[in-house]
C-alpha cells in the first residue's frame, strides 16, 4: 500500500474518534495494520511523517494520544 | 528587582542546615519576573492547600510527542509571569558528566528562553528545565540540538535511560555502565521520543549489586552488574584487614546467606550459596573481588507509588551478557514490549501488569525458562533502616 494512502487512512482514523475516544499511537497501529493487512511498521512510517509534518500532533492527558491540532 | 509578594510560608523552608529551593528561587527572582510570580503563586498554592498548577496538554515541539511537560497557572491574571510554565525536559550524558563550559551554555540559553531555573536531574536523570513560555519551546529546541544536546523521555514512552558511573570512576562495575545506557538511549530513540507504551518505561543500568541508583526501585527494567565464577580471595589483604576490622562482625555475620567462614586467619566462601549481595567485596575491597566472568542480573517490574503502590522489581535473567551489539538484550526488551503492547491496560506499568497477569504467564507468553534464581524482590528496600525499638536485643 502506497505511503499517502495510509496516512489518510490514519488522519480519517484520528479524525472520526475526535471528541468520542483518544486514541493511543498502538491503538492506531493494531487497527490500521489489522484493517488493510499492512505490518505495523509501515503504518508508524506514515504516522511518524504526520506527526513531523504537524498534521497530528502528541497530547498528554495522563498519558500519550495522538491528535488532530486544534485550529 | 523589588520583592513583590511576602512569602511567610516559603520563608520557613529556608530555615534548616539543607539546601532551600526557595533561596535559589528568591536569587532568580533578582533578574527573572517568572521566578518573582513562582514565589508568590507557590505561596499562594501552600496557603490554600491546593494547587494552581494545570498539568499536561497540548504542548511541545514539532515531531516530539515527549520532553515538554505542560504546565499552566489556573490563576494567570494574577501571576502573568508563570502563566506558562513548562518544563523541558533535556537528556543527560551518561554518568552525568559536564564540562563546566556544557553547563554554562546550558544556564544561559535557560536564562535566555525559560526562567532560570534548573533541577539538577530529574528523578529519571534528566536535566530539567523548570518555566518556559509556549512560543518559547521551539527556539529553546532549536538551540540545543544545534549543540549537540537533545530532549529526554516523557509521556507514556522510554524515559531517558541512565545508571551509574560505571568502569569511569567505579573499579568495581562489572559492566560497563555508561555504554550501556548510552546505546539503549541511541537505540530505542523512537521510542523515547514518540510514545507508543501503555505508560512510562524506565530503565536503569548499574555497574554492581550495591546499586548506588537504587535501580532495584526506580526502574522498570535494571540492568544490574554482576559476576559469574567464585569471589577472588587475597588472604594476605584478609590479614591485613582483620587487625583493623572485627570480619566476623562486619562481614561474616552480615552475609544475608551465611556462606562465608573467617578462623581469624583465612577466609573462605562458599561460592554455590553466595546471591552476589556484594556486601563483603564493599567493605573488603583489597582483599575480595568480584569473579572474572562478568554481565548483569535483568529485573523488570519496580515503580513508584502513582496508580498503584509501590513495586519491587523481580529477576527475570540472573544472568546475561552485556556487550555489544547487545543483540540478546535488544530481542529480549522488544518481546518484553510486545507483551506489554498486546495485554497492558492505558497507564498500566509492565510490573503491575506482570502481577496481574502473573509470573508465570509473563515467562511463558516471552519465552523465559523458569529458573530458581529469579527471586522476587531480593531487596525489599534499599534504603531501609531499622527503628531503634524494632531491634531484639
Not at chain 2, 507504551?197 to 554482576?226: E, H, L, N, Q, W
Not at chain 2, 491496560?345 to 519465552?367: A, P, S, Y
Amino acid at each position: 500500500m502506497e505511503k499517502e494512502e495510509v496516512k489518510k487512512i490514519i488522519y480519517e482514523l484520528v479524525e472520526a474518534s475526535t471528541g468520542k475516544k483518544k486514541l493511543k499511537q498502538s491503538d492506531i497501529l493494531k487497527k490500521v495494520s489489522a484493517d488493510q493487512g499492512i505490518e505495523k511498521d509501515e503504518v508508524k512510517a506514515a504516522l511518524r511523517d504526520l506527526v513531523d509534518a504537524g498534521t497530528l500532533i502528541f497530547t498528554y492527558f495522563g498519558g500519550s494520544f495522538i491528535e488532530i491540532p486544534p485550529k | 528587582m523589588s520583592k513583590k509578594y511576602d512569602t511567610p510560608l516559603l520563608d520557613e523552608l529556608e530555615k534548616g542546615p539543607f539546601p532551600s529551593f526557595v533561596k535559589e528561587i528568591k536569587l532568580a527572582a533578582k533578574h527573572s519576573d517568572m521566578s518573582g510570580d513562582l514565589l508568590g503563586h507557590t505561596e499562594l498554592c501552600f496557603k490554600e492547600r491546593v494547587t494552581h498548577w494545570k498539568h499536561g496538554g497540548i504542548v511541545g515541539v514539532r515531531g516530539y510527542g515527549g520532553g515538554v511537560i505542560g504546565r499552566y497557572s489556573d490563576i494567570p491574571d494574577k501571576f502573568p509571569g508563570v502563566a506558562h510554565f513548562h518544563t523541558v525536559r533535556v537528556n543527560s550524558p551518561s554518568g552525568f558528566y559536564y564540562t563546566s563550559s556544557a553547563l554554562k551554555e546550558m544556564c544561559d540559553l535557560w536564562d535566555k528562553y525559560g526562567s532560570g531555573l534548573t533541577n539538577m536531574h530529574g528523578s529519571t536523570g534528566d536535566m530539567v528545565f523548570l518555566g518556559a513560555r509556549t512560543e518559547n519551546l521551539e527556539p529553546f529546541f532549536a538551540e540545543v540540538s544545534s549543540r549537540g544536546w537533545d530532549l529526554g523521555g516523557s509521556g507514556s514512552a522510554m524515559r531517558t535511560p541512565s545508571g551509574c558511573l560505571g568502569m569511569s570512576r567505579c573499579e568495581w562495575a562489572n559492566i560497563d555502565a555508561m555504554a550501556i545506557t548510552n546505546d539503549i538511549t541511541q537505540h530505542y530513540q523512537d521510542e523515547m521520543h514518540r510514545p507508543a507504551f501503555p505508560y512510562k518505561f524506565k530503565f536503569k543500568v548499574a555497574g554492581c549489586p550495591v546499586d548506588c541508583i537504587a535501580s532495584i526501585a526506580r526502574a522498570d527494567m535494571s540492568i544490574i552488574g554482576t559476576w559469574k565464577g567464585d569471589i577472588r580471595i587475597n588472604q594476605d589483604e584478609v590479614a591485613n584487614y582483620a587487625k583493623t576490622m572485627d570480619i566476623k562482625a562486619e562481614i561474616i555475620d552480615m552475609c544475608p546467606t551465611g556462606c562465608m567462614q573467617f578462623d581469624g586467619k583465612t577466609m573462605k566462601i562458599d561460592n554455590s550459596n553466595c546471591n552476589r549481595c556484594m556486601h563483603c567485596i564493599a567493605k573488603m575491597t583489597k582483599a575480595l573481588r568480584p569473579g572474572t566472568e562478568k554481565g548483569a542480573t535483568l529485573l523488570l517490574g519496580s515503580k513508584a507509588p502513582i496508580v498503584t503502590g509501590a513495586l519491587m522489581s523481580w529477576v527475570i535473567v540472573p544472568f546475561i551478557k552485556m556487550e555489544p551489539p547487545y543483540d540478546e538484550f535488544y530481542d529480549l526488551v522488544d518481546k518484553i514490549w510486545e507483551w506489554w503492547d498486546e495485554n497492558g491496560k492505558n497507564r498500566e506499568r509492565i510490573g503491575e501488569l506482570m502481577e496481574r497477569l502473573t509470573f508465570t504467564r509473563f515467562l511463558k507468553d516471552v519465552g523465559l525458562d523458569p529458573h530458581p534464581a529469579m527471586v522476587k524482590e531480593p531487596r525489599r528496600d534499599p534504603f531501609f533502616f531499622w527503628a531503634e525499638e524494632d531491634i531484639e536485643r
